[in-house]
């Protein structure tokens, strides 16, 4: 080595830079973040590992799907098989129906909210998505009302009207309402759907500083709970416990 | 330092939260603990521990957006204290749990009254209103849904009853005074063809145009009861009768119903006394109504009216003329003698020939 490298420590640079770097990519994302990572992009327990809002949404599209389907029969048994095929798909704990999703998404944003390492933009955007989905879980309820009215009908009449009922909940749920009739679909929480509940958890994640960068799986999948409470990341891989805490 | 207070801070917010979680319940700011926690801090502000025993008090008390602002306001004070930050953030989270679940169970409700409300207003289903406003007992719109499921059902007299509560609930709506004016039209017609006809479609909209308090109350008690005779549903007759009696006793007609009904009929409880009594009081029938009367008192002293319609059957029993004694009998033994006075007897036969003489040539 050249002795003028040598005196001034350039030579350093090539060895310690990378390691510098790589220290920077492998830091692990905030415990707040990794909850936030459980709602929007994946948890170990749902139908695909996906995130909770993520099958909330798909579930309140096949919903909408099912009940539009069930008000084009005029065939009652065949009806009723579809309406409960919608009902299964909203309020299903075991399938992820959409309550149970997006009840479950905006427990891991409290949980988040919860977090040593949580912005404050996260406590309150937490407080406010755990009130707005409110009108989404009202709607299923009623889905599952009307769907117990759609099985105990006897005529046609009355389960096609329900249906059509259902089949407007659901389309609710997926794009919101103008319950207000002022032209602006989901202007207020009490219009919410899914569409106005994923640009308000987007709007906390845009917000977040540092930023937000989407987890990693490893970290979604291997966050546990220790007896005392702490929030920690098994070393060793061997999958989340976040059942614990559901 | 904050990871050794991290496990106290949860166990006293899973502490917090089984509080948040059993019901809520209304912040109770003004009890002893909450008021001596206030006046300590009030006497050290600069007090961390006093402010954090203030914030347990009133999440103790379920006042938690209390607990959250005092702890705010220490934040001013102390910024960046760690463990008031931990405090902090964890009543936060235990005030918008509260929030939250107070939001999932009344949409629970909401859920129920809407579904109650559509099958009230879309399929006219009362028992479905009755349910949503047992929820919500004064909503109006639920009320002029009950009532349009009323006027669907053809009873507009019931409808009316209904409107006159949405009438006090939103006295200005026009929407009510609209509904009304058809349950009177609804009525009216009901009423005509309760009057013109005989069949079964007359006596139902006698029954759905009857409207306690109307003035026409009486006139279609009466109709009812005459239907009703008509049909010999007897008990669904008297009722009619007596309750036409009841608004306007003296009635003639009604009075000839109730006896001739009681009479025929079983019924000897000390209502119907009473009205037969009370009919037979307007046909002067003195005597009768008083034994009635007298009746009816052995079996309920305390009814209405009673006393005065046995002191006016008393007058009227008074100036009746007595009935006359009937005739004695005479004993068994004299009847015969005298039958046999009265019937001529057969000749004793002198011959001993059986058959009667005859001419021999």
């Excluded at chain 2, 009486?218 to 009768?241: G, I």
Aim: proline content about 5%; charged content about 20%.
């Amino acid at each position: 080595m050249p002795a003028e490298s040598r005196r001034s420590g350039s030579w350093l640079a090539p060895v310690v830079l990378p390691l510098v770097l790589a220290a920077c990519v492998s830091r692990p994302p905030s415990i707040a973040h990794v909850h936030l990572g459980h709602a929007l992009t994946g948890v170990h327990v749902t139908p695909g590992r996906q995130g909770y809002l993520l099958v909330a949404e798909k579930q309140a599209e096949d919903v909408y799907t099912l009940a539009a389907e069930a008000t084009q029969t005029a065939d009652l048994a065949l009806l009723k098989q579809r309406v409960q095929a919608a009902v299964t798909a909203t309020t299903s704990k075991e399938g992820f129906g959409v309550k149970h999703s997006i009840v479950m998404a905006a427990n891991h944003i409290s949980f988040a909210a919860t977090s040593p390492d949580a912005s404050p933009n996260v406590q309150q955007g937490a407080t406010e998505f755990a009130r707005n989905i409110v009108r989404v879980v009202e709607r299923c309820e009623l889905i599952d009302l009307l769907a117990m009215d759609v099985a105990a009908a006897s005529s046609v009449d009355e389960a096609q009207l329900l249906a059509g009922e259902i089949a407007k909940l659901a389309k609710s749920n997926r794009d919101g309402e103008d319950t207000d009739q002022d032209g602006v679909v989901g202007g207020k929480p009490a219009e919410y759907g899914m569409k106005q509940l994923r640009a308000e958890l987007d709007g906390i994640i845009a917000r977040e500083n540092p930023p937000y960068r989407t987890v990693g799986q490893w970290y979604l999948f291997n966050l546990v709970k220790l007896p005392n409470g702490v929030w920690v990341f098994d070393k060793l891989g061997r999958g989340g416990n976040i059942e614990g805490y559901q | 330092m904050i990871r050794a207070l991290a496990p106290l801070g949860l166990l006293w917010l899973l502490a917090g939260a089984a509080h948040a979680h059993d019901g809520g319940g209304v912040c109770a700011a003004g009890t002893p603990a909450v008021s001596a926690a206030h006046a300590a801090l009030d006497a050290a502000p600069e007090s961390l521990p006093k402010r954090f025993a203030l914030a347990d008090a009133l999440i103790q008390a379920n006042c938690y957006p209390e607990a959250v602002r005092t702890l705010e306001e220490g934040e001013a004070l102390h910024p960046r204290n760690p463990d008031l930050q931990t405090r902090l953030r964890n009543t936060r989270s235990l005030s918008s749990e509260q929030t939250y679940f107070a939001g999932l169970e009344e949409a629970e409700v909401a859920a129920r009254v809407s579904r109650n409300l559509l099958r009230c207003s879309r399929l006219g289903e009362l028992n479905a209103c009755d349910e949503a406003l047992k929820l919500r007992p004064d909503d109006v719109q639920i009320v002029l849904a009950k009532a349009d499921a009323q006027l669907k059902i053809n009873r507009p007299a019931d409808a009316e009853v209904t409107l006159r509560r949405a009438r006090q609930l939103a006295p200005n709506d026009a929407n009510v005074s609209t509904k009304t004016a058809l349950a009177q039209q609804q009525r009216q017609a009901a009423l005509n063809l309760c009057k013109r006809r005989e069949d079964d479609a007359a006596l139902a909209a006698c029954q759905s145009a009857l409207l306690r308090g109307a003035a026409d109350e009486f006139d279609v008690h009466s109709r009812l009861a005459q239907l009703h005779q008509q049909r010999n549903e007897s008990a669904a007759a008297l009722a009619s009768y007596v309750a036409a009696d009841a608004l306007h006793a003296g009635d003639r007609n009604v009075a000839l119903g109730i006896v001739a009904l009681t009479d025929a009929g079983p019924r000897k409880d000390a209502v119907t006394l009473l009205a037969r009594g009370s009919a037979l009081l307007t046909l002067e029938r003195g005597r009768e109504a008083l034994a009635a009367l007298r009746q009816a008192q052995s079996l309920s002293p305390s009814l209405p009216d009673l006393r005065t319609l046995i002191g006016r059957a008393e007058a009227i029993a008074l100036t009746e003329v007595p009935p006359k004694p009937a005739a004695v009998a005479p004993p068994a033994a004299a009847v015969q003698v005298a039958e046999a006075r009265a019937t001529p007897t057969v000749a004793a036969r002198r011959y001993s020939n059986a058959a009667e003489p005859s001419r021999s040539h």
